[in-house]
């Protein structure tokens, strides 16, 4: 699996947009792009996966680039409850093994 | 649809005592299978996963064991716990041969080894 780097922590307030990057330099030609949330006492929550360009669903828009090398998970209008760790994976459609790296922990403020 | 059960949602051991965490899938067959664990304010750590009845790879050197006795169970196992088996554990599974790579989890057990 290529290795993910995430920024540690990020604080926003509410209804501003908020963009988490990942990092995946040696992502291969394969692999897709995966996002989960995870509140804390809670298993983690697929949010969106994307392979290239953008993807937009009801919670969240995915912007990949061309070269693939990194992804932004951007989060529209964002409320406390989206207070979480967000974690990027990278792996091959079907993978068998879900590693998760450190994630970053989004602090939304009143 | 496919749900996932996980049990117990808390548990409270002393050091030295066995553990037996159990994980159930409905819905779908032949799935990926995951044991997951997370230290207070840390990250998922992968312990083990199956890709099928009977086989298991093992992600983290330790005194725990998982077994995969049928196609949709995958059970945790310790026979001696210790202090730094404390934690939370997360079960989860995903389509084998599946586009979607979404990784279903469990509502997690609560591990405390005192």
């Known amino acids: 699996l290529a290795k993910t780097t995430q920024p540690i922590s990020m604080d926003s307030y509410e209804g501003q947009e908020v963009n988490i990057t990942c990092s995946h330099n040696n992502i291969a030609t394969n692999d897709y792009i995966t996002w989960y949330q995870q509140f804390p006492s809670q298993g983690p929550r697929f949010i969106i996966q994307g392979y290239k360009t953008k993807v937009t669903n009801e919670v969240a828009s995915l912007f990949i680039p061309a070269d693939r090398k990194s992804s932004t998970l951007s989060l529209p209008r964002v409320s406390l409850s989206d207070t979480a760790v967000y974690y990027c994976?990278?792996?091959?459609?079907?993978?068998?093994?879900?590693?998760f790296g450190t994630g970053t922990r989004l602090l939304v403020s009143p | 649809s496919q749900t996932i059960h996980q049990w117990p949602a808390t548990l409270v051991q002393p050091v030295g005592s066995p553990l037996s965490l159990e994980c159930t899938v409905e819905?779908?067959?032949?799935?990926?299978l995951y044991w997951y664990r997370q230290a207070a304010g840390r990250g998922l750590q992968l312990l083990f996963y199956s890709v099928g009845i009977g086989q298991i790879s093992s992600e983290v050197p330790q005194n725990l064991s998982a077994s995969r006795p049928q196609d949709r169970q995958f059970i945790l196992s310790s026979k001696k716990l210790l202090l730094s088996d404390s934690g939370f554990y997360l079960c989860?599974?995903?389509?084998?041969?599946?586009?979607?790579?979404?990784?279903?989890f469990g509502q997690g057990t609560r591990l405390t080894v005192v």
């Open positions: 819905g779908t067959s032949n799935p990926n």
């Open positions: 989860a599974w995903s389509a084998l041969r599946d586009m979607n790579t979404e990784a279903f």
């Open positions: 994976l990278v792996g091959e459609s079907g993978f068998q093994k879900l590693v």
